[in-house]
């Protein structure tokens, strides 16, 4: 299996932009387990997401 992985932060406006972006080719068992992979890795993203900006707004930035 191979796996990548690249993330890239700019300007925007007065604040900063985060663009992450995940990419990978999986082995036959990784194939065959595709929907369940795929509904835990979104589900593990948008909790992720939602702890760092709930986390940046404790702290006073502004998340968009």
Do not use: C, Y
């Not at 990548?4 to 925007?12: F, N, P, Q, T, V």
């Not at 065959?32 to 593990?44: C, E, I, K, N």
């Amino acid at each position: 299996a191979r796996m990548a992985e690249d993330w890239r932060m700019s300007r925007a406006g007065k604040g900063s932009r985060l663009e992450w972006t995940i990419g990978g080719h999986p082995t036959l068992i990784g194939r065959v387990g595709r929907p369940a992979l795929r509904a835990v890795s979104t589900q593990l993203f948008r909790r992720g997401g939602a702890n760092l900006a709930r986390l940046l707004r404790e702290r006073g930035t502004q998340v968009a």
